[in-house]
């Protein structure tokens, strides 16, 4: 279970903490909460900046969180480490078989990588920091919504390669 707030709402956090949360946003939740066994403990997690890194450079390429790294609230991490190993491979293959220049290839995979995440990284930062009314939620989803659907959509247009390169000599 996952719950939200503002650091001044959890404060040093525990399960007496989520509870009065979660009965805040719903007490028909909190209801069948109180029927199920504690859990042995609570985590909490105060925030951390997110980070956008260089995705490659001679002899060296980032995938996911060692690239980009944004709050786990949007519940998108390991699809962001499965696109950028993705676009990486495509990227790996463009080089070697000749398709493009290494540079090229690598640039475009960093580019495409930076154009799928910025979006999910602003959204996704003003929802984990919390800055925003329950009029303007609605809007903030819908734009996470859209930021997912053109990634999807990026990934489904890639080309697939079968056979990349050639066995052999």
Same mark, same amino acid.
């Given at each position: 279970?996952? =719950?939200a707030a ?6 040093r956090g525990? #399960?007496?903490?989520?509870?009065? =949360?979660v009965?805040?946003a719903?007490? *028909?939740l ?8 504690? /859990?042995?403990?609570v985590?909490?997690f105060?925030?951390?900046p ?8 001679p002899?060296?390429?980032l995938v ?10 949007g519940?998108?991490? @390991?699809?962001d480490?499965?696109? $950028?190993?993705e676009?990486?491979a495509?990227?790996? #293959? ?6 493009? /220049? !290494?540079? *090229?290839?690598?640039? $475009? ?9 910025? /979006?999910?990284f602003? =959204?996704? $930062?003003? #929802?984990?920091? +919390? ?5 303007e939620i ?7 919504n859209?930021? +997912?659907?053109d !990634?999807? !959509?990026? @990934?489904?247009?890639l080309p697939?390669?079968?056979? /990349?390169?050639?066995?052999g000599?």
């Amino acid at each position: 279970m996952f =719950v939200a707030a503002t650091p001044a709402r959890i404060g040093r956090g525990g #399960i007496g903490v989520l509870r009065d =949360v979660v009965a805040a946003a719903s007490p *028909d939740l909190a209801g069948r909460l109180a029927d199920a066994t504690a /859990p042995a403990g609570v985590r909490n997690f105060g925030g951390r900046p997110g980070h956008l890194r260089q995705a490659w450079g001679p002899g060296w390429a980032l995938v996911g969180d060692a690239g980009y790294w944004k709050d786990p609230i949007g519940a998108h991490g @390991l699809t962001d480490a499965v696109r $950028d190993a993705e676009l990486l491979a495509l990227a790996v #293959i463009d080089a070697a078989s000749g398709r493009h /220049p !290494e540079r *090229d290839a690598f640039t $475009d995979f960093h580019r495409t990588r930076d154009r799928l995440s910025l /979006p999910l990284f602003d =959204v996704v $930062d003003t #929802i984990a920091g +919390m800055r925003w009314t329950d009029c303007e939620i609605p809007a903030l989803l819908l734009s996470l919504n859209a930021a +997912m659907t053109d !990634e999807v !959509e990026t @990934l489904a247009g890639l080309p697939h390669h079968t056979n /990349p390169l050639p066995i052999g000599g």
